[in-house]
């Protein structure tokens, strides 16, 4: 029976070094989200190659972000978690969706002028395509819907544009998907520059505090974090860097800004950011707890791995045959 849901689909970088930003602004709302979409998780090995990777790294890597999701509440019974390269279906499609791409399209994309600056020595042609790769993720699986961040939207963009041309000349063959960027809510921004988002690729590491620090390093970067003049608690436009330490105890907590600022009234910065630090580390113990359980158990992730690429690959099948024969392909 296929499901009635809209379908939801992520892309996911192996890496373990997801930030709590990513965590508050994505991962905490994931129960939510597979009530309401059929979700799919791929963590896109595929991807990662289009800069050098040392190989026993990326293999770690993908077992990382594979338990670390898992960790965070990603129910592998609920969602669809597997890895790119096990599902040829997504290659197989960009080959196809290449050709329905223009140059002038890529050579646009402000990621790839991005990286190739940073790779110079390395600007390859998957690098470029990269975008066409990531379109047939999406499409694949006749996406509704995409949560990315804000930096992913130009991607998601071509992706529409491709569809706008393919459904042109071969009608009702794929969804037109939509982005969707978490709301300003849930933003949390860097510790030592609050007027910018957290990156998980800060070469600062007190900037970003990680779903996996431990308790000291948690503590430690929260004390060190850029406060403002002043020294009231309180949320204000001239006061991002409090304002940014008041929105994670928030998340953390549950707490309304209200009863923190009523909380911490009359109270010093330096108390509280060990609070904020505290809270954050006592959240996330049990999540770094199940995570190296997880980690330690090799044959369990292989097995989600392997039901997740099943599933997946059955969604794909259909695709896929469906633009094989408004190609022209002989489908045997
Ligand atoms: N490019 C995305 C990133 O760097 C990862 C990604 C690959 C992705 N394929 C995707 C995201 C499909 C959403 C949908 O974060």
Redesign the pocket.
Known sequence: MLDQRPVS?????PSGNLTIGNYLGAIKNFPEFSEKYKCFY?V?DQ?AITVRQVPAELRRRTYETLALYIACGLDPQKNTLYVQSHVPAHTELAWMLNCFTMFGELSRMTQFKDKSARHADNVNAGLFT?PV??AA??LLYQTDV?P??SD?KQ??ELARNIVDRFNQLYPDTFTMPEPIVPKAGARIMSLAEPTKKMSKSDENENAVVRILDDKDAIIRKFKRAVTDSGSEIRVADDKPGVTNLITIYSCFTGKSVEEIEREFDGVGYGDFKIAVGQACAERLAPVQEEYRRLLADKAYLESVMKNGADEAAYYARKTLSKVRRKLGFVNL
């Open positions: 689909f992520s892309g996911v970088q791929c896109v991807h990269y790769l990531m993720d999406i995409v990315i961040g992913q991607h998601v």
